[in-house]
């Protein structure tokens, strides 16, 4: 028998849609330059409507080498994070997997302007490398728990490998939420 796949502790240094209070939580380490976390896209925030408050959803960048602007776009968003707080870096996020295709340096300083902050500062940061390492670590932290691809999904900490679909994914969370709380 394998032992299961589990992700690291949510911290603050998470970003976190959701309460602490709630019932289950969903990490997704992806990959914003993607297309199969750009397909998920849609079916996560659909999932995370129907779950609401009982549903804690986490990002953490995975950005693959195989995506020459995916690291780019993660050092951006942590920027836009930093300079504009939560709400900002989601924001951000959403405008990054609605254009996936549009990913160059002028593109990341717009979205950021969009977001709320100062685009010729995300510039700045990504020219300085000022949140390379914390993308790296983000993904080393992906490797250590069995992460080789994205999407890659835990729920409540265990790698999830089910079907990504809406309504097999919003069973799966109702069956862990359900264990959570003895029912």
């Not at 796949?5 to 240094?13: F, N």
């Not at 939560?86 to 002028?106: R, V």
């Not at 300085?128 to 691809?149: A, L, P, T």
């Not at 900490?157 to 799966?172: C, F, K, P, S």
Request: charged letters at 25%.
């Amino acid at each position: 028998m394998t032992a299961q796949r589990r992700a690291p502790p949510v911290t603050d240094l998470d970003h976190v849609q959701g309460g602490d209070s709630a019932l289950v939580t969903l990490i997704e380490y992806g990959d914003f330059e993607c297309p199969s976390c750009g397909k998920a896209y849609p079916i996560l925030k659909r999932v995370k409507a129907r779950l609401g408050d009982r549903l804690r959803f986490v990002f953490r960048n995975f950005p693959l080498e195989s995506h020459p602007h995916a690291a780019h776009a993660a050092e951006a968003a942590e920027s836009v994070a930093t300079l504009g707080g939560n709400e900002a870096f989601w924001t951000m996020h959403d405008l990054l997997f609605g254009n996936q295709k549009a990913l160059e340096d002028d593109d990341l300083a717009g979205y950021a302007e969009h977001a709320g902050v100062d685009g010729r500062a995300v510039l700045m940061d990504l020219a300085e490398g000022r949140y390379r390492q914390y993308v790296r670590d983000s993904f080393m932290k992906g490797v250590r728990s069995g992460v080789n691809g994205t999407p890659t999904l835990f729920l409540d900490g265990i790698r999830y490998d089910g079907n990504r679909d809406e309504e097999t994914l919003v069973a799966a969370l109702q069956l862990v939420s359900a264990q959570a709380s003895g029912g």
